[in-house]
């Protein structure tokens, strides 16, 4: 069979473990030369074996993706090794990084309401593009004075039904094309609601969404071993001086932190076995990494009180 790639070149980022290292093998196999991006050193080398199998040409660099002058440069050593770059395929993540309280309204492409939530936005003086929810406990004066507002798109439903408000409006999200999400006022109230919101992330990280919930205390993300080769913690810009990390799936295999106070090398930890294994852990070093093969973790940076990030 006639392989598909043969005489290109490709670079593929993220491409240590997972879903970029997958992408490099299969490059390889119709024919492409390919050169491997990753943080990880270590696993980095032990992928480029595998790949180097198929009998192409195979680079593999181990470069810190966040400085750009230092990705700018790689490019221009491959163009310059390989002659041209005919293929660029990232499968690494890095997201916005930032304390809440430094986020201005231009940060934010939408602004999207939830029921009780309105309240908020109107204390805050916001508008809203978008309303969701039954509206069950926001108060009548509250949707009164958005209602006469003409550019909001509302997306109104019935109290008896299968969804929450909450899940609703990551539908919402997801249809108007939203990659990040920063959700306020999912913790603190009722349990139940609090929970679900929080299995939400799991929800809303396979189908593309990079949700974050914060609250005054807490920052809380979900990482997935097959979308999230690597999650990289830096310590300028953590929430607070705690990082914990605990099993949503019923086992998480193979977590390894660098950098970190109490640092893990291939640790299996389970729901029903040791699910406090990596509570409360701190950032050691200027940055810190997580990986880990199989399952997925909730992250939490989180304060004891303090008036603002650390």
């Known amino acids: 069979m006639e392989k598909l790639l043969v005489g290109k070149t490709a670079i593929v980022t993220g491409a240590a473990r997972g879903i970029g290292k997958a992408v490099a093998l299969k490059f390889a196999r119709e024919g492409a030369d390919v050169v491997m991006l990753d943080i990880l050193e270590k696993e980095l080398k032990e992928s480029k074996a595998e790949v180097e199998a198929f009998g192409t040409k195979v680079e593999a660099i181990a470069a810190d993706l966040t400085v750009e002058d230092l990705v700018m440069d790689t490019v221009d050593t491959v163009v310059r090794k390989f002659g041209t770059v005919d293929i660029l395929m990232n499968c690494a993540g890095i997201s916005r990084e930032m304390p809440l309280n430094e986020m201005s309204m231009e940060t934010f492409d939408k602004i999207i309401a939830v029921d009780a939530g309105l309240e908020a936005v109107k204390a805050l003086g916001l508008e809203p593009d978008m309303i969701v929810g039954d509206f069950d406990t926001v108060k009548p004066e509250v949707l009164a004075y958005y209602r006469r507002m003409e550019h909001i798109v509302w997306d109104t439903h019935q109290p008896e039904k299968d969804e929450t408000d909450t899940e609703l409006a990551f539908r919402d999200a997801l249809e108007a094309g939203c990659v990040f999400v920063d959700m306020l006022g999912a913790t603190g109230g009722r349990l139940d609601h609090?929970?679900?919101?929080?299995?939400?992330?799991?929800?809303?990280?396979?189908?593309?969404?990079?949700?974050?919930?914060?609250?005054?205390?807490?920052?809380?993300?979900?990482?997935?071993?097959?979308?999230?080769?690597?999650?990289?913690?830096?310590?300028?810009?953590?929430?607070?001086?705690?990082?914990?990390?605990?099993?949503?799936?019923?086992?998480?295999?193979?977590?390894?932190?660098?950098?970190?106070?109490?640092?893990?090398?291939?640790?299996?930890?389970?729901?029903?076995?040791?699910?406090?294994?990596?509570?409360?852990?701190?950032?050691?070093?200027?940055?810190?990494?997580?990986?880990?093969?199989?399952?997925?973790?909730?992250?939490?940076?989180?304060?004891?009180?303090?008036?603002?990030?650390?």
Request: proline letters at 4%; aromatic letters at 8%; a negative charge.
């Open 194 to 310: 609090e929970l679900s919101n929080i299995q939400l992330l799991a929800q809303g990280r396979k189908k593309g969404l990079r949700v974050t919930i914060y609250d005054a205390f807490n920052k809380i993300f979900l990482a997935d071993a097959e979308l999230d080769p690597q999650v990289v913690f830096e310590r300028e810009g953590l929430y607070g001086r705690y990082v914990s990390f605990l099993p949503v799936t019923e086992t998480v295999k193979g977590i390894t932190l660098t950098g970190f106070k109490y640092p893990l090398r291939e640790k299996d930890i389970s729901i029903l076995e040791n699910p406090s294994l990596c509570i409360s852990n701190e950032v050691l070093e200027e940055k810190a990494v997580l990986t880990f093969r199989s399952g997925l973790l909730l992250c939490v940076e989180s304060r004891d009180g303090e008036t603002g990030p650390v």
